[in-house]
Nanobody, 116 residues
Framework: QLHLVESGGGLVQAGGSLRLSCVAS????????MGWYRRAPGKQRELVAE???????YYLESVKGRFTISADNARNTWYLQMNSLKPEDTAVYHC??????????WGQGTQVTVSA
């Protein structure tokens, strides 16, 4: 069982920044994908950013240029740097890891609230 723990959420004013971290309970081969999803109240879950198994980065169109995903494989940790935050970024953010179409684990979520 892979356990993932997020941290770094909080309350921030619009235009501010937050850095989310996700720590995995054990080493994971780097050929697996890692990413961040979010779910806002009343909305469907959406993929925000992902590092694919080939090392490419994907970003949700609305966060391009503002969010950056990165990883420290030696620490089994990946990050989501969020800059120029907007109220519409308010959501619970979950980290995840997958091997192809198989989910290896999900974090419990961290709340990000952006005030206008």
């Amino acid at each position: 069982q892979l356990h993932l723990v997020e941290s770094g959420g909080g309350l921030v004013q619009a235009g501010g920044s937050l850095r989310l971290s996700c720590v995995a309970s054990r080493h994971i081969p780097t050929i697996t994908a890692m990413g961040w999803y979010r779910r806002a109240p009343g909305k469907q879950r959406e993929l925000v950013a992902e590092i694919t198994s080939s090392g490419d980065s994907y970003y949700l169109e609305s966060v391009k240029g503002r969010f950056t995903i990165s990883a420290d494989n030696a620490r089994n940790t990946w990050y989501l740097q969020m800059n120029s935050l907007k109220p519409e970024d308010t959501a619970v953010y979950h980290c995840m890891r997958r091997d192809g179409l198989v989910d290896l684990g999900w974090g419990q979520g961290t709340q990000v609230t952006v005030s206008a």
